[in-house]
């Protein structure tokens, strides 16, 4: 029997990061293409609405059903095989189910268990492993997220500054759409004739979509369907939050390695060094792949977890007088190239009042290694502190932000953030992409009262976001959570045919519910 | 006070890469790294000599291309390297390079406190530190996770032992070697890194420190490697299913086997 009753034993299959819990009344574990279409054509059939998941590592409840079927990938976890790509490129084929953390410990030792692969793919990896090493660029800080759920959000990270996000990574897919059909999609064969997009389905038959006609804002966005004219169907489906179809293979580029990577942090008294020091950075530095951003809240977090916890007492010391932090990434293909990178940042902290013995660098594994603990410490330490809050007062959570705006208002919204919530008293932890202006400002409430303002003051932000031209999700996707912000991105119109894009795929609106789209909008 | 830092540079993994058609071994090309209990030897030297005065040489035997480690350990606080290198050098067991370092030691003038990391991870003998000591003819103290104070003309040290700790008092110069816990390695600063481009890093060869050549190298080394191998796994995991009742009968019928 695939489809299994719900049972207390998958309790934790109601929830995701975000800490939203659901329920449900059934739940699957499919192995391969076939299996879905079976389970899917079964739903369909019965007109049971289901919610396709990963390894719930998101942090819009996207993954967090309502009632209904659980469709769980994680059983879909196979590397299926590698391609080449030209003379020296490569892809790697997997199931949606692959965490991102196995593809990579697969990749960077090139270990991998081929016994059922291809000749072909055999070949191919017989000249990778003579190749450079090869990686896969999108990062998401998270790295037990699944391949199938990055897919599904378009979800970017620290890298995304210099590589984008997941989206053109995206080579191939294999999907089940909610009615039982199959699809197969290669970029660069299918492509939208302006505004209307036919899809030719794997039993011969086609699905014909009306592309919706907004303008996507400029930056980093994964806030609704990816629309423009004459575009190439694959775009279409990531980044479709788990409203579209259901993944089953996944063929992803990879690039290969820099022969020489190094970080640095840089540590500032204020804020606005810290920002000056971006600006400057973005307009005269090569080879940056990142610039991540702490601030003071950020920082205050994490020297107290160091003091009071061992898991954190390898972290370097962070003095009192510490303000703000920045975090540069280079790549280079020689150690000479990004010396002299490093020396650039050297002279531009100078000059925007930094100090280049106030740095951290990372030349070595191990140092690029502590230094990657030290950004994943923040939201940890994080999320400490909101548990021991939340044991005073059950009802509240963490309110992170996932808000991008153009380059030239990042001075801007850094004071508008600062000064909307301190008028509000609030306590917060800010750190995230600031190379994108795209930051992740965290509202940490005290209390039920901080919480419903935190609430209130993220939707204002999503009005003065648009109007900056700017997202109001740019890497974690809507899901449920964010499903409101949309609102303010977009014109009823927009949404209207945003939600037909849905109907074409899903007349029944069984995938998916209430992401993207909140849950009495699509019951109308 | 006069600190010497013997390092080593070590192999940056220890993974072992085949080709899945021909079975042959590739080299992944991955930089070497300082020998991390070394590492934590340049941090306590850099860490007292903040406290007291004085400087830090890092010394190393090794390929030419260990410069670049050097440099390192002084972008992390050292003030200066030293390189033995020299193709007579190439081959030597513990015996051969505590000899050859002891000879650059003695060229450099000595040092009040020489440091060692116990062991290297690439040869896990924890040899080089006491070799070193006598054949300098100075006291020495291993496995040091503490330094307690530093005083005129001695260390107070706390050292493991097999069954604990112990605190004890050594005269200067001393040898020691140190645990990975005696120091958190930092990480440098770019201004750091801008010192060990201009900081000087001694390159000497044989001729320079003036080693015999029977005594250096393969010439000096009694040790032989016979043969170097991956140990075979022997352990096998069995996992029992069912019942808790029947677990524990499966257990107790496989524990009887080995028993």
């Known amino acids: 029997m695939l489809i299994q009753p719900f049972s207390p034993a998958h309790a934790g299959l109601v929830r995701d990061e975000s800490r939203t819990v659901g329920y449900a009344d059934s739940v699957s574990f499919p192995r391969s293409h076939e299996q879905v279409t079976q389970i899917v054509r079964s739903l369909y059939q019965d007109g049971i609405p289901f919610t396709v998941q990963g390894a719930r590592t998101g942090l819009t409840a996207a993954a967090v059903p309502f009632g209904g079927h659980i469709l769980n990938v994680t059983r879909m976890n196979r590397i299926l095989g590698l391609n080449r790509l030209g003379e020296n490129g490569f892809s790697v084929s997997v199931q949606p189910g692959v965490p991102l953390c196995e593809l990579r410990k697969a990749l960077s030792a090139r270990r991998f268990d081929h016994a059922s692969w291809s000749k072909a793919s055999l070949g191919a990896l017989s000249a990778f492993m003579h190749s450079r090493e090869q990686f896969f660029p999108p990062d998401p800080t998270e790295t037990t997220a699944t391949l199938g759920g990055m897919v599904s959000c378009n979800a970017s990270g620290a890298r995304s500054y210099r590589y984008g996000a997941t989206r053109p990574y995206v080579l191939a897919v294999r999907a089940v759409l909610p009615d039982g059909r199959s699809l197969s999609l290669r970029r660069g064969e299918c492509f939208a004739d302006g505004y209307t997009l036919t899809l030719p389905l794997e039993n011969g038959s086609r699905l014909t979509v009306q592309i919706p006609q907004y303008i996507m804002p400029k930056t980093k966005n994964t806030a609704g369907y990816f629309a423009a004219p004459d575009m190439d169907a694959v775009d279409l489906l990531v980044g479709s939050d788990g409203t579209l179809c259901v993944f089953t293979e996944l063929e992803l580029q990879l690039l290969p390695l820099p022969a020489c990577i190094q970080g640095v942090t840089c540590l500032f008294e204020t804020e606005i060094q810290a920002a000056a020091f971006v600006q400057a950075v973005r307009e005269q530095v090569e080879g940056v792949v990142s610039l991540e951003y702490f601030d003071e809240g950020a920082l205050a977090v994490l020297r107290d977890q160091r003091a009071d916890h061992p898991a954190f007492a390898s972290l370097p010391p962070l003095d009192e007088w510490i303000g703000a932090a920045l975090y540069v990434e280079l790549h280079g293909d020689d150690e000479a190239f990004v010396t002299d990178r490093l020396n650039e940042i050297g002279d531009l902290l100078s000059a925007c009042g930094g100090d280049p013995a106030h740095t951290w660098v990372a030349r070595t594994q191990t140092d690029l290694d502590r230094l990657m603990f030290f950004r994943h410490a923040v939201p940890e330490s994080v999320n400490l502190l909101i548990d021991r809050r939340k044991q005073a007062e059950p009802g509240i959570t963490k309110l992170g932000s996932d808000m991008a705006v153009p380059d030239e208002h990042l001075d801007h919204i850094l004071t508008y953030y600062r000064q909307t919530t301190q008028a509000l008293g609030l306590h917060t932890a800010t750190w995230g992409h600031i190379g994108n202006n795209h930051l992740h400002v965290n509202v940490l409430p005290r209390n039920l009262e901080e919480y419903t303002k935190g609430k209130a003051l993220f939707n204002e932000w999503a009005h003065k976001v648009t109007a900056l031209n700017g997202a109001v999700s740019a890497e974690h996707g809507v899901g449920k959570l964010k499903a409101g912000f949309l609102t303010a991105m977009y014109s009823p119109e927009s949404l209207a045919q945003m939600r037909a894009v849905k109907a074409a795929f899903d007349p029944k609106l069984l995938l998916g519910r209430g992401n993207l789209f909140a849950e009495k909008e699509e019951s109308r | ?259």
């Open chain 2, 1 to 259: 006070m006069k600190f010497a830092v013997c390092v080593k540079q070590v192999p940056g993994t220890t993974e072992v890469q085949l080709d899945p058609v021909t079975h042959t071994i590739i080299r992944d090309g991955r930089k070497g790294v300082t020998n991390p209990f070394d590492a934590a030897a340049v941090e306590l030297a850099v860490t007292l000599k903040e406290q007291v005065g004085g400087s830090v040489t890092a010394i190393s035997m090794g390929i030419p291309a260990a410069e670049s480690m050097l440099r390192d350990c002084i972008a992390r606080g050292a003030d200066e390297g030293v390189l033995l290198t020299d193709r007579q050098f190439a081959g030597a067991d513990t015996l051969a390079t505590s000899y050859t370092l002891s000879k650059g030691i003695e060229k450099m003038g000595g040092a009040d406190c020489i440091l060692c990391g116990r062991m290297a991870v690439d040869g896990d003998t924890a040899q080089i530190g006491p070799e070193l000591a006598e054949r300098l003819g100075l006291p020495h103290v291993t496995d040091v996770i503490a330094v307690l104070s530093v005083e005129e003309n001695a260390l107070v040290l706390r050292k493991t032992t097999a069954d604990g700790t112990i605190d004890l008092r050594v005269a200067l110069p001393c040898v020691i070697t140190v645990l990975r816990e005696v120091a958190q390695v930092r990480l440098p600063s770019i201004e750091g890194i801008r010192r060990s481009f201009a900081a000087p890093v001694h390159v000497w060869s044989a001729a320079d420190i003036g080693t015999d050549p029977a005594r250096t190298g393969l010439n000096g080394s009694p040790t032989q490697v016979m043969r170097t191998f991956v140990p075979e796994k022997t352990k096998i995991t069995k996992m029992f299913s069912g019942t808790p009742e029947e677990q524990a009968t499966a257990l107790c019928t496989a524990l009887k086997e080995v028993l």
